[in-house]
T-cell receptor, first 113, second 112 residues
Framework: EDKVVQSPLSLVVHEGDTVTLNCSYE??????LLWYKQEKKAPTFLFML????IEKKSGRLSSILDKKELFSILNITATQTGDSAVYLC?????????????FGKGTKLTVNP | KAGVTQTPRYLIKTRGQQVTLSCSPI?????VSWYQQTPGQGLQFLFE???????NKGNFPGRFSGRQFSNSRSEMNVSTLELGDSALYLC???????????FGSGTRLTVV
C-alpha cells in the first residue's frame, strides 16, 4: 500500500527560528513529490520535486528530494507568524492512466511571536 | 482567472440521508479529483474524473460516487450517510490529471 509519512506531526517555534519538515514515502509508482501549505481550507501549492538533489527555493522556503532514500525535506528560515499552517507532503502516483496524490497527515507548524 | 469553486461551503445532514457536493474547476481544466480530509486519516483520495470518465478510484465504499459533466463540473454523492463521513471534502482540478493541481476551499460536511 502506498504510504507517505511526515514528521514531526506538530511543531511550535518562535519567530525567527529555522524549521525542517520531513517527508518519507513508499509508493509503487512515483512521478513527483509536492508540498502544500494549508491554512484554513484550500491547500496551496508550494513546490513540485521530480529530480533528486535539485533544491527548489521560494523566498524563505526551500525543498529538496532524495529519490534514493525516498524522502524530502522542507526548510523554512526566519519563520514568521504567517508561516503558521499545516504543511502537507504528497506523492503523485500514476495509476490506471491517471494520477492520484497520496498525502501524508501533515505537520502542524505554529510560529509564536 | 477564477479558482476552483466548491458548493456548498457547509452542510449538516442526518445519518441515513444522502448528500451531493459540487465542484467547478478552473476554466480549461478537464480533470477533477476528490479528497476526504479528516483529523485521523488526513487527506485521502476518493476518485478522479477526466472528460466525464472516472479514471481512478480510491478505497472508499460504494456509497461514495461521483460524476463529471461535459463542462467539466463534477459532483460527488454520498448515500446512507454515517457519522464517520463527517469531514472536509476537497476537490482539485488540473489540466490533464497530472501536475499543477489547484484545490478548492472544500465543503465541510457534518453528519449528526
Amino acid at each position: 500500500e502506498d504510504k507517505v509519512v511526515q514528521s514531526p506531526l506538530s511543531l511550535v517555534v518562535h519567530e525567527g527560528d529555522t524549521v525542517t519538515l520531513n517527508c518519507s514515502y513508499e509508493v509503487t509508482n512515483f512521478r513527483s513529490l509536492l508540498w502544500y501549505k494549508q491554512e484554513k481550507k484550500a491547500p496551496t501549492f508550494l513546490f513540485m520535486l521530480t529530480s533528486s538533489g535539485i533544491e527548489k527555493k521560494s523566498g524563505r522556503l526551500s525543498s529538496i528530494l532524495d529519490k534514493k532514500e525516498l524522502f524530502s525535506i522542507l526548510n523554512i528560515t526566519a519563520t514568521q507568524t504567517g508561516d503558521s499552517a499545516v504543511y502537507l507532503c504528497a506523492v503523485e502516483s500514476p495509476q490506471g492512466g491517471s494520477e492520484k496524490l497520496v498525502f501524508g497527515k501533515g505537520t502542524k507548524l505554529t510560529v509564536n511571536p | 482567472k477564477a479558482g476552483v469553486t466548491q458548493t456548498p461551503r457547509y452542510l449538516i445532514k442526518t445519518r441515513g440521508q444522502q448528500v451531493t457536493l459540487s465542484c467547478s474547476p478552473i476554466s480549461g481544466h478537464r480533470s477533477v479529483s476528490w479528497y476526504q480530509q479528516t483529523p485521523g486519516q488526513g487527506l485521502q483520495f476518493l476518485f478522479e474524473y477526466f472528460s466525464e470518465t472516472q479514471r481512478n478510484k480510491g478505497n472508499f465504499p460504494g456509497r461514495f460516487s461521483g460524476r463529471q459533466f461535459s463542462n467539466s463540473r463534477s459532483e460527488m454523492n454520498v448515500s446512507t450517510l454515517e457519522l464517520g463521513d463527517s469531514a472536509l471534502y476537497l476537490c482539485a482540478s488540473s489540466l490533464s490529471g497530472n501536475y499543477g493541481y489547484t484545490f478548492g476551499s472544500g465543503t465541510r460536511l457534518t453528519v449528526v
